[in-house]
């Protein structure tokens, strides 16, 4: 499988492609660089360092980060304008000390080693600072079906280490790599909105949004996003977005929740399992009417067990399950015309959600897509399966239900985000399931 092994402390950290909406601060004068430059530098450093990011300057044989060519890098501009704007991430700007950091950046411009290092380390300090505040729940509310994904306290050293791990650190510094793409975009708009003047109920709905879009992971974490909200699906791995699908989720009376877990394994050939209301409303009257259950593919069975037993359409009382009297439990068997389609994604999960292939196409055209039972629907299931699975879908028989593990489990979020872009800004979705009010 194509997916690797994905460190702990990756998976609590996140990435999108963004630069600061203000402009980036005039350029410092420099002084020229060198290896042994920045070898001076990490002496000092060793010197100099302490408290819980030692530990990581130790594991690099204190070789700098901000400043590893020996001089401090423009990361440095990019984290100082994010921190002038915490504003918008619900922070308090003057908490970080942006006079004392200035400062010690620009002491280090003359090249003095140890005041390099001194700038070096309250960088790192000021960053770290801020990644833990940004990253720490806010008002919404996520289900963690694994609570393992459950968003956990972070460590200097731990968010130090994700920032050296990409190829470029200042890219990832300016790409606000720690969060994910979905709340880049959001703070963004935020700060778009907020030189517009816009109105407080728009303001308090998009950092609402923004609360929600904080409990998701970035791109250097493989995982899915399904957001309810625009009923779309992204998938992310290695620092970018490897693909997008439009989804059917859930309808209004039966939403698709806030929730996260990790999908372990796909079943081709899958039985849909027919709920018990569309049994009383749609399936009963057909059969009252003279259809048979063999014209729709379906059988009847004898209980919900592992191992039931079928039963004769005869054998049930089909008046009394229109009428809701009674409940029975029928499937539909495997093939073109199976509500799951090819293949469905399972993650275990209280609310038996899932993510499977469909061979009604005509719900993606629609605008809104919003006519599920609960479960996330696929316009590009073949796709999104041969991202999991390392290789094309392709069942071996024709057997039901067959069961292929993932070779590596991925995190999958449903969300609901309903603040976008426009062409013009922002725009507002309709709140579908009620949960801006």
Sequence with gaps: MRLGRIPLYLMLTLAAGWSPATPAAPPRPQVATSPAMARQVAAQIQEQANGQIRSFYASRGFWPLWASTGRIGPEADALLEFLRGADLDGLEPKSYKLDDLNQAIDAARTGDPGAVARAELELSRAFTRYVIDVRRPGRAKMEYADKRLKPQKLRPAD??????????????????????????????????????GAGDEVVRRVRLNLDRARLLPGPWTSHIVVDAASARLWYYQTGKQEGTMRVVVGAPETQTPMLAGYLRYAILNPYWNVPDYLARKSIAPKILAGRTLASMKMEVLSDWSATPRTLAASAIDWTAVASGAQDVRLRQLPGKTNAMGRVKFLFPNDHGIYLHDTPDKALFAKPTRHFSNGCIRLEKAAVLGKWLLGKPIAAASTTPEQDVALAVPVPVYLTYLTATEAKRGLKMLDDVYGLDR
């Design 159 to 196: 968010v130090l280490r994700a920032a050296a791990m990409p190829k470029s650190f200042n890219d990832y510094v300016r790409s606000m790599g720690w969060m994910s793409p979905h709340y880049v975009r959001l703070r963004k708009l935020l700060a778009r909105i907020g030189d517009q």
